[in-house]
């Protein structure tokens, strides 16, 4: 279907209940519905919004197009949860329903100021002749709804266009402080700051001072917090050429670390690492979980990518959630230890493998992979294989690589840079925590040293784990826990 301005900014208020409850039963009954990860009740789904911790409950909104597969009116869908493992629909959505986001209720994040959830979030407001305006919108989550206050910043600030978004906010030493993405007049990317002592008037501080002057053309989502005395910026540079095995994607998505002097603004910092080195991951957002960790959900999807499901009018899903560590100078990922409550039945063989042997057969499922010796070349587990169908992850014990290959897997993404990722582990491989669903894959290599996420559309009756060595063989021991499903 090709889908007219008007059709993308039609309004989820502008359809009788009739048609939309067709939509959603449609949505429900598509090919490659998630069984455990959350994904849009219909329509499209993108990055995790307004995700924060407050009275025993998290909330955590995205963002979501109704009607379709395609980037149109852009609502906040909302849900709470007590554990991020099991949700619920929180009717409390962001709805462009003001001036200030007429087109569009775009990015932003949450903050507890004085004991309420405060959302902050970009408007996206259209004129008449087609030109954007951004606003920068602080709303109230009260128990009645969103309750919106006139925008804090309006338009951009000289010397940037109208690509200015996503607003994250946090508050440090009785200061609050709100990073948000920009574009330079000279079509160059960056972070700019504010500052505010009572949340309601800012300041602007000009821009995070970073080494990356020239590095793409616009950088969407940042994110700040502190791990251990050490500042961590996230963000995700659009335009950025692809280097070896580094930014394959259409859009990265990574961290510098350092220290910033908060008198500037300046960051002195290591380079820019991508988060995780899979085909679908984008614009995550971080909050301070109930015991003061700090936890990461991102968006299993990537914009200007025509995926399977398109044609089901559905697209994308979020991440499962992660902790953050820092260890030997490099973010660590490691999927929230709450995720275990999902686990039902396992199964578990520990075995010396030579030629190709089926090992397990499963769609949905955690699979735990420890390498206790590889005397061969290379370690092949192939994860939703059916004779000739398989997605593979291939560890070359030489080099140290580790590749997902999808190219095997099924129906393919449209507009992606070819069928495999790869990057060199840091240390020989030693473990394995693997997440598959209908119609995703993650993988945490050797205690989330590495994180590799994808989306994978293959055939229903691709079930089976197999393994194989070349040229040698591997030890290995492999549990498998079938997953309670839902994410309610």
């Known amino acids: 279907m090709e889908w007219t301005r008007d059709m993308k900014y039609r309004r989820i208020e502008d359809m009788d209940t009739v048609e939309y409850k067709k939509l959603k039963l449609n949505t429900e009954n598509a090919p490659w519905r998630q069984q455990y990860h959350i994904q849009p009740v219909t329509g499209l789904l993108n990055d995790p919004n307004g995700f924060v911790y407050h009275?025993?409950?998290?909330?955590?909104?995205?963002?979501?197009?109704?009607?379709?597969?395609?980037?149109?009116?852009?609502y906040w869908f909302h849900l709470v949860s007590e554990d991020l493992v099991y949700f619920e629909a929180d009717e409390r959505i962001v709805e462009p329903d003001t001036t200030y986001d007429s087109h569009g209720a775009y990015s932003g994040?949450?903050?507890?100021?004085?004991?309420?959830?405060?959302?902050?979030?970009?408007?996206?407001h259209r004129t008449e002749n087609?030109?954007?305006?951004?606003?920068?919108?602080?709303?109230?989550?009260?128990?009645?709804?969103?309750?919106?206050?006139q925008p804090f910043i309006e338009g951009a600030e000289d010397g940037y266009t109208e690509h200015f978004r996503d607003p994250k906010v946090w508050k440090m030493r009785d200061k609050y402080y709100a990073v948000i993405g920009a574009q330079r007049k000279d079509l160059?990317?960056?972070?700019?700051?504010?500052?505010?002592?009572?949340?309601?008037t800012w300041t602007f501080e000009g821009e995070l001072k970073t080494a990356y002057q020239n590095f793409g053309y616009m950088w969407e989502c940042p994110d700040y917090f502190e791990l251990e005395g050490i500042d961590v910026v996230l963000f995700c540079p659009q335009g950025v050429s692809p280097k070896g095995n580094q930014f394959r994607n259409i859009y990265q998505s990574g961290y510098i670390i350092g220290n910033i002097n908060f008198n500037d603004f300046t960051m002195e910092h290591d380079a820019f690492t991508e988060l995780d080195n899979g085909f679908d991951f984008y614009a995550p957002q971080t909050t301070v979980g109930k015991d003061g960790e700090r936890i990461l959900i991102g968006w299993m999807g990537l914009p200007d990518i025509q995926y399977p499901t398109d044609k089901d009018e559905w697209a994308h899903c979020l991440t499962l959630p992660r902790v953050l560590t820092i260890e030997e100078g490099k973010l660590m990922q490691r999927p929230i230890k709450a995720l275990a409550n999902r686990r039902l039945d396992s199964e578990e063989k520990n075995i010396q493998v030579f030629d190709e042997q089926n090992v397990f057969t499963g769609k949905c499922y955690e699979l735990l992979v420890n390498v206790e010796a590889i005397s061969g070349d290379?370690?092949?587990?192939?994860?939703?294989?059916?004779?000739?169908?398989?997605?593979?992850l291939r560890y070359d014990a030489e080099f140290r690589a580790f590749t997902l290959d999808r190219t095997h897997s099924g129906l393919l993404p449209?507009?992606?840079?070819g069928t495999t990722r790869t990057t060199?582990?840091?240390?020989?491989?030693?473990?394995?925590?693997?997440?598959?669903?209908?119609?995703?894959?993650?993988?945490?290599?050797?205690?989330?040293?590495?994180?590799?996420?994808?989306?994978?559309?293959?055939?229903?009756?691709?079930?089976?784990?197999?393994?194989?060595?070349?040229?040698?063989?591997a030890q290995l021991s492999m549990m498998k826990f079938n997953l309670k499903e839902g994410i309610s």
Do not use: C
């Open 55 to 74: 009275n025993g409950q998290y909330h955590l909104f995205y963002q979501w197009f109704p009607l379709g597969a395609v980037h149109g009116m852009k």
């Open 109 to 124: 994040s949450a903050l507890v100021v004085d004991d309420e959830v405060k959302l902050i979030y970009t408007g996206n």
């Open 130 to 149: 087609w030109e954007r305006i951004p606003y920068q919108i602080i709303a109230a989550l009260t128990e009645d709804g969103v309750v919106k206050a």
């Open 188 to 200: 160059t990317g960056t972070i700019v700051v504010y500052s505010s002592d009572d949340f309601k």
């Open 378 to 392: 290379a370690l092949l587990i192939d994860l939703r294989a059916s004779n000739n169908e398989y997605t593979r």
């Open 414 to 417: 449209e507009g992606v840079d």
């Open 424 to 473: 060199l582990l840091s240390k020989p491989l030693k473990a394995l925590q693997i997440f598959v669903d209908e119609s995703s894959i993650e993988v945490f290599v050797n205690d989330g040293a590495h994180v590799f996420t994808s989306r994978i559309f293959p055939s229903e009756h691709a079930e089976a784990i197999r393994v194989s060595s070349l040229n040698g063989s």
